[in-house]
């Protein structure tokens, strides 16, 4: 078999990641994770698509985020306040 298409557990690939495999299950529940294949209850990494997801989180710089509005301390946001600075 070659190596970019061996399969991996969740422990293994955690470990192929540097990772924790608690982190890669959360990624699996919200998403922004690599790709996975699940048989039942059993969930499989390609080493291939954990290579290139890890690739994909390369970055040369810190991205800039935009700022975010802060609430004074003490507001008690409501759902029409947050509509109403939105």
Known sequence: MK???KKLTPDEAAKHLGLKPSFLGKLRSVGGG???FKFGSKVLYSVGDLDTWLASKRF???PQKKPRKRVP???VRTPESRTAHA
């Open 3 to 5: 190596e970019d298409t």
């Open 34 to 36: 690599p790709p996975f």
């Open 73 to 75: 301390t003490g507001a």
């Open 60 to 62: 040369t710089e810190t």
